[in-house]
């Protein structure tokens, strides 16, 4: 039994998934998960590896991926049983018992390609979105010695839970039948260091998808050096509606010590040259920063939050996990107490700087706390409700002058396999 202090009080949403984060599940044997539930899909950096739930609440539905199988889950107070045909989260320490929805693994899962390949391994759901890993393995696995990010389990996954090179015409396959059967918005595209070639590997799927299915997408890949920053426009002309940037530490020395690959090729000062050159050239909330918590001293994810926000960009911070493979699988998990407040000001920085998190139509992330989650984290006052409003009026605006457009396929300006020569070259 966990020796965990037991909650002085029943949690709401966002606390709830805050805690289970930081703790995990054991499974009750009265679970049916097999016929239930997602597969646990053990691809890319490997945090998708749990159990996708979705916790109900009054403001909006947020979408999980619980810990299930790695060492720290052991010591977890929390239990998932069925009863009555409905799945309950039980916290053992207080017997409170949170009502908790499955999401049902898709039909199109086990349907094959027009290649004769699972669907599932070109892309799988995360969340309520499509989340797609390009080309081969992170090339930093290759090198010896090895400079993969120590949590990182990518050179283990991709190619055997999925599939090491994506036929386009396969993903449109895959992506039109998520869209047509699981009412997908959102196809996002991530891969890791190419040689410096990731953004050129990007743009014929960004293309595809926004020309051939009508989706809006994502990009997440090592980013370009100064010289090669136009690429970031051309990306745009191909179709790209967001791009993230998974720099991982505020602190230089953290990023150095975690990720000894992105250190050595680029530095982390590259992750901030692109990332601000995104921002000049996109609207507030097409940007994000990707950052972990709960490695770094917590003053260090504070700085790193107020740097993603003073651009317009919104973070997205990851609960530490220590993924079963990666090399920091025997590292302890994050504590509550100390994420709950880092997820609160996330929002309020969001919130200070009118970044229009959760505008966007039917996009749940489910393997980070996202920023909008962190409206049941404050009060219900005048300035949360002034910034409701705002969100509404972008999410009004936004359907009528961008979403409804980006939802059907259409031409782009950009041309996928001939990149414009850059100015003075």
Known sequence: MSDLKPHDHKLNPA???????CNGIKIDATCTLESDARIFSRTRAGLGSGLEIIIPGDLKEIWMNIPVEEDFVQATPYFLKKRDGKYIAVDIRSNYEYEVKIPPEPSWYTKKTSKGNPMSMIGVLQGTYLGVYISGSCMYWYERPKRNCAFCTTGFNVGINEIHDKNIDELVEVATAAKEESGITFCHFNTGWQQGKGLDLMAPYVHAIKTRVGLMTGVQCIPATKENLWKYDWLIDCGADHFSFCYEFHSHEWFAKICPGKEATLGQQTFFDAMEYC????????????????????EWTYKGIDYITSLGAFPTVCIFRPVIGSDLEHEPSPKFEDMLPIMKYMYLKCREHKIPIGAAPNIEVSLVVQPDDGKYLVPRDWEFKKFQMLIKAAKTFGG??????????????GDPYKPPVPVGK
């Open 279 to 298: 921002c000049s050239k996109l609207q507030k909330g097409q940007v994000s920063g990707e950052i972990i918590a709960g490695l770094e001293p917590v």
């Open 400 to 413: 009528f002058m961008k979403f409804n457009k980006e939802l059907k396929p259409h031409p782009v300006p």
């Open 15 to 21: 606390e709830l998934e805050i805690d289970l984060f």
